[in-house]
Each structure stands twice: as C-alpha cells, then as structure tokens.
C-alpha cells in the first residue's frame, strides 16, 4: 500500500463517545499532520508531529487528543465532542529539511458526524 | 508569520476558456509555495510546487503556476479548462526558517460551465 491511509472513511458518533481516527503513511516522511475541514471555512491546522514530538497545537479543544506512537502512525482520539466538530479530518505527511516543510501528501480524510 | 490570500472564491469559466486563480502570500522570510486541488469528499492532490529555481513551474493537469517574488504572488494558471477541472483550488505556503508546517489559503471554486 502507497501513501497515506486513513480510517474510518465515514464515522458517525454520539456526543458521549470515544472514538479514535487512524493514520498510516508509506513514505518514509518525518512529520505528520492533522487537519480539519469544515464547510466554508478555510482548512485549519490542528496538530503537526515532526520526528514524533509535537511542534504545533493550535488551540485545538482538549477532546482531541493526538498520539503519534512512530513516524508512520497518527492517531487523534476522540471524546465528548460536539456537534460543530462535525466535519472532514484530513490527514497529511511530509518531510522537514533545512528549508522547511516539503509538500504535503494527504489521505482522503474522515467524515465526521456527531449526532 | 505566514499567510495565504486567496483572492477569489468562485471562479466561474467556460469549457475551453483560460482560467488564472490568484494567490498572495506573506511571509518575511523564504518559502515554499504549493498549489492544490480537491474533488469533493476527497484529500487534497498536489498540483505543483514551487521550492526555487525556476520562477514559471509546470504541475500536473495541464496547470502551471509563476512565483513572483516582489509581488508576493503565486497566480495559477491553465491555458483551455475541462469540465472535469472543476474543484476547489487550495494555495499554500511553509516558511524557509522555523518549524512552520504548511499554511493554506481559504480556497477557489472553479466551476467551469459547458
């Protein structure tokens, strides 16, 4: 399998939940990130890894939580959201050089939805 | 810090026309310079990038794309547009220096009509 997998495609979920998105990538990159997409709303960065230590946490609610076991693997668990968390989670990887961040590769991304 | 402007948010077109969706950027520092494209309920796919070089750069799709340094832009350009080349249009941008990971621009609709 090439390049960056997630799972689930689709989730629906109650406000009361514990849910976990999964992200795996094949190319050998040294960071990932975690981005939502919301209707008509720019693409917001949540949380960047690079070399398995977070480097980014924009204001994110403390309902999601990152994990980053390796540099292959991004989880983001879920718990008591709310329904305006309700939205497209992408996922992407790349690398970090001297110049900064190369291209972005992401996966097809999680449809959220909490009922 | 860094920042995307996306001028347009729909651009509407027709079949066969040429299309340009505009991009500024702010940064006081060198960049990276990335433009690209999403079908609905899919990921973002790289069109092209700009990293140094060559300021005209060539992406994938037909598309291409010209950094202009002192004007702080990064238009997106393709010569005759299909229907299929209706999607939204993300310009994005990392700094040269600090840990910076990628920052995008609101986005373009490009509906290109029959």
């Known amino acids: 399998e090439t390049g960056v997998t997630q799972t689930p495609r689709h989730l629906v979920m109650g406000m009361t939940n514990k849910k976990s998105l999964k992200c795996e990538q094949h190319?050998?990159?040294?960071?990932m990130y975690w981005y939502k997409q919301s209707a008509k709303k720019p693409l917001e960065l949540m949380f960047v890894?690079?070399?398995?230590?977070?480097?980014e946490n924009n204001s994110v609610p403390s309902r999601f939580s990152p994990e980053c076991p390796n540099s292959s693997h991004l989880f983001l668990h879920l718990h008591t959201l709310q329904p305006e968390d309700s939205a497209l989670y992408l996922c992407?990887?790349?690398?970090?050089?001297?110049?900064?961040?190369?291209?972005?590769?992401f996966g097809q991304g999680t449809r959220l939805t909490v009922v | 810090a860094q920042s995307v402007t996306q001028l347009d948010s729909q651009v509407p077109v027709f079949e066969e026309a040429p299309v340009e969706l505009r991009c500024n950027y702010s940064?006081?520092?060198?960049?990276?310079l990335f433009w690209y494209v999403q079908y609905p309920n899919q990921g973002l796919q790289l069109l092209l990038k700009?990293?140094?070089?060559?300021?005209l750069v060539k992406g994938i799709n037909g598309f291409e794309a010209e950094f202009n340094k002192s004007q702080t832009s990064f238009h997106l350009r393709k010569p005759s547009v299909h229907i299929s080349d209706t999607a939204e249009y993300f310009c994005?941008?990392?700094?040269?220096?600090?840990?910076?990971?990628?920052?995008f621009g609101s986005g373009t609709r490009l509906q290109v009509q029959p």
């Open positions: 992407a990887s790349s690398h970090l050089r001297q110049g900064g961040f190369t291209e972005a590769f």
């Open positions: 190319l050998g990159h040294n960071a």
């Open positions: 890894y690079s070399l398995e230590e977070r480097v």
């Open positions: 940064s006081s520092v060198s960049v990276y």
């Open positions: 700009y990293l140094s070089g060559s300021t």
């Open positions: 994005a941008v990392s700094e040269g220096t600090g840990r910076r990971a990628l920052t």
